[in-house]
């Protein structure tokens, strides 16, 4: 299974971008959760976005509810991360991330390589 990200760039304040993460090998309702995370330069990597298997929960960091949208498309094999009125507190790498736990509950992370996003004022 691979994740690989696109979409990422750089942005003006108030500017929207959209991230998308393509699954291969799988499609994301192998996962049992997926989601993005992100990191900025000297801090931990946190999440944004987050998305359950049948899709009907989703979740956001309180910094992004209201701006930012988490889906995935009809066939399962791509989840995007629409990004509007952007700040620059919205700079980072953005990471596309899943989760398979198996029968015994243990779970196995999957990561894109992660895509940098820039907001400049």
């Known amino acids: 299974v691979q994740l690989v990200e696109s979409g990422g760039g750089s942005v003006r304040t108030g500017g929207s971008l959209r991230l998308s993460c393509a699954v291969s090998?799988?499609?994301?309702?192998?996962?049992?959760?997926i989601g993005w995370f992100r990191q900025a330069p000297g801090k931990e990597r946190e999440l944004v976005a987050g998305?359950?298997?049948?899709?009907?929960?989703?979740n956001y960091a309180a910094s992004v509810k209201g701006r930012f949208t988490i889906s995935t498309d009809s066939d399962g094999h791509t989840m995007y991360l629409q990004m509007n009125r952007m700040k620059t507190a919205d700079t980072a790498v953005y990471f596309c991330?899943?989760?398979?736990?198996?029968?015994?509950?243990?779970?196995?992370?999957?990561w894109g390589q992660g895509t940098q996003v820039t907001v400049s004022s």
């Open positions: 090998g799988s499609t994301f309702d192998y996962f049992n959760y």
């Open positions: 998305i359950n298997q049948s899709g009907d929960i989703t």
């Open positions: 991330h899943a989760e398979h736990k198996d029968q015994m509950w243990r779970p196995t992370y999957y």
